[in-house]
Structures are given as structure tokens and as C-alpha cells.
């Protein structure tokens, strides 16, 4: 299943993992620590809002939302 989160890419699950595909093709895995970030956007929040989960969850939204 692929979900398009951006207008820029998908998230969609492989084997059990989570990838983030990317323009142009790039794709790469998310970790499971880092799988709290598209569950937290389930609903509609702020993306400042994601720093409740901690700087590093920050920092992963940032990268799936440039």
C-alpha cells in the first residue's frame, strides 16, 4: 500500500518495513523509532507540533516534509 503524504512522496510499507519514496526515485527506510512521525500527522497538526515526540522527531518530519 502506498500513501502520498507530500507532493513530493509516499510512504508505503515493504516486508514489514517502512520506506519514504522520494523525487526522483530516491527511497529510503524509516526506523521504527522514526514511524512515530507519520503516526503522529494522522490527524491534522502544526509540523512544530511533532517536537512533543522530541528533537529527533523533529528532525525526521523535516526531512519527509523539505
Known amino acids: ?3 502520498k ?3 513530493g512522496g509516499a510512504l508505503y ?3 514489514g518495513r517502512l520506506y519514504w519514496a ?4 530516491a527511497r529510503c527506510a524509516i526506523t521504527p523509532r522514526g514511524e512515530a512521525v507519520p ?6 497538526r502544526d ?7 522530541g528533537e529527533p ?3 525526521v ?3 519527509l516534509n523539505p
Open 57 to 59: 522527531a523533529f528532525e
Open 13 to 15: 510499507k515493504d516486508e
Open 5 to 7: 503524504v507530500s507532493m
Open 47 to 53: 509540523l512544530d507540533s511533532v517536537l512533543d515526540l
Open 61 to 63: 518530519a523535516r526531512h
Open 1 to 3: 500500500m502506498r500513501v
Open 22 to 25: 522520494g523525487p526522483a526515485g
Open 39 to 44: 503516526h503522529w500527522f494522522a490527524t491534522w
